[in-house]
């Protein structure tokens, strides 16, 4: 079992950064694939990026490529979203997931979810 605890949301202006945190308990985070996803009001949860168990590898939606960044710290139990250059249409609540599915875009490959966090982008 891992609990997966979303952090760092909130109100930016466009053009603005946020750096999202997810902190999980459990020892066997480093075994786990992580993956972010939004969701805003009226619309179907959607995949933001993924990072592999090592973070070796990521990818990320079209949407995103070039201004998200994921990035993880086994050590500290932590994935990591840094987003640059956000747009009014970034607005959602970000969740942060864990799975054991090499960079799954699908939520349906991951087993474990935190609550998640509200990121409210302003024009």
């Known amino acids: 079992q891992v609990q997966l605890v979303e952090s760092g949301g909130g109100l930016v202006q466009a053009g603005g950064s946020l750096r999202l945190s997810c902190a999980a308990s459990?020892?066997?985070?480093?075994?786990?694939?992580m993956g972010w996803f939004r969701q805003a009001p009226g619309k179907e949860r959607e995949f933001v990026g993924a990072?592999?168990?090592?973070?070796?590898?990521?990818s990320y939606a079209e949407s995103v490529k070039g201004r998200f960044t994921i990035s993880r710290d086994n050590a500290k139990n932590t994935v990591y979203l840094q987003m640059n250059i956000l747009k009014p249409e970034d607005t959602a609540v970000y969740y942060c997931?864990?799975?054991?599915?090499?960079?799954?875009?699908?939520?349906?490959?991951?087993?474990?979810w935190g609550q998640g966090t509200q990121v409210t982008v302003s024009s």
């Open positions: 997931a864990a799975g054991l599915t090499w960079l799954g875009e699908s939520r349906y490959s991951y087993d474990f």
């Open positions: 459990g020892r066997t985070f480093s075994i786990y694939n």
């Open positions: 990072i592999t168990w090592r973070g070796g590898s990521t």
